[in-house]
């Protein structure tokens, strides 16, 4: 009897763990096909307003400057968002093949963020926001790899654009805190339940919210952020309220003066 139990255990156990590796690999084929689509659609839309956009001012189709302005901008922000995209892809394949590795340097806060908000101007100004920027004189420097840390900012403003509604508000700001930099991107928008919070940081993951078909998003801005961050050994937080705004702070570890080689994430 006790044989015939144990065998009963055993095949339950192994078909389980069967059904759960099926499962799985079905999760994966679905989030491969839609994360293929996404990209296809993010990739093709900015393609066909820069197209419209060039046709237009080729065949002088404007009315007056101010309209002709307004073209050269759209173009502008759309070679933006896709340069935007392709980094994201060719950072995240990098990071996971391990081929990219940090050049760590003593990188200034105001810099950091100034840098950022000067190539995220146009979009801001377009889309109508209004920000501001918090940061303490004399914050110590932070140890990190100036190219990849902007790429973070960038997708954590690009974030707090996309999935923001009527208040079009968004703030940065840095302190020292428990011997690290903490930079912050704060908006009030749309939010994220607490049940959605773990996921967000696991890549190709998009929340399900009514927003998403209409938000273009492949899932790996969050994803390179998180796995860019621990790199330098740091981390990022966030908090969120439905409703009410998101707030995603990277935890980045003071310079100290010329320290090591730099960790390969
Ligand atoms: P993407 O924006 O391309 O979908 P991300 O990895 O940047 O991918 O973000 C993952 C998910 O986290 C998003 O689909 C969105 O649901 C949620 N999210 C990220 N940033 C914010 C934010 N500032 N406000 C609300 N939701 C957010």
């Not at 065998?7 to 339950?12: C, F, G, Q, T, Y």
């Not at 078909?15 to 293929?36: D, N």
């Not at 050269?72 to 996971?96: H, Q, Y």
């Not at 796995?227 to 935890?251: C, D, K, N, W, Y």
């Amino acid at each position: 009897m006790l044989f015939i139990a144990l065998m009963i255990a055993v095949l339950l156990g192994a078909t389980w763990v069967g059904v759960r590796y099926i499962v799985r690999q079905i999760e994966l084929v679905q989030v491969k096909s839609s994360f293929v689509s996404n990209v296809t659609h993010e990739l093709k839309t900015p393609i066909a307003v820069i197209k419209l956009a060039v046709e237009t001012l080729e065949m002088r189709r404007f009315r007056n400057p101010e309209e002709e302005e307004k073209y050269l901008r759209t173009i502008l922000k759309e070679s933006d968002r896709l340069t935007r995209l392709v980094d994201n892809i060719l950072d995240f394949s990098r990071l996971e093949s391990g081929q990219r590795a940090l050049r760590l340097a003593e990188v200034r806060v105001e810099d950091l963020v100034s840098t950022a908000l000067e190539s995220f101007r146009l979009r801001l100004e377009d889309e109508g926001f209004h920000w501001d920027v918090d940061i303490p004189a004399g914050l110590p420097s932070v140890r990190a790899d100036v190219i990849a840390l902007q790429h973070c900012l960038l997708n954590l403003l690009d974030n707090a654009v996309k999935y923001s509604r009527d208040r079009k508000e968004i703030r940065i700001t840095a302190r020292a805190r428990d011997g690290m930099v903490s930079v912050a991107v704060s908006d009030r928008g749309i939010g994220i339940a607490a049940e959605d919070l773990p996921r967000i940081f696991e890549k190709f993951v998009r929340v399900e919210t009514g927003l998403v078909h209409t938000v273009k998003g492949a899932g790996l801005g969050l994803s390179l952020v998180d796995q860019i961050v621990r790199a330098h050994h740091g981390r990022v937080e966030v908090a969120s309220t439905p409703g009410e705004g998101s707030i995603f702070t990277m935890l980045l570890p003071v310079w100290e003066g010329g320290q090591g080689s730099p960790p390969t994430p």
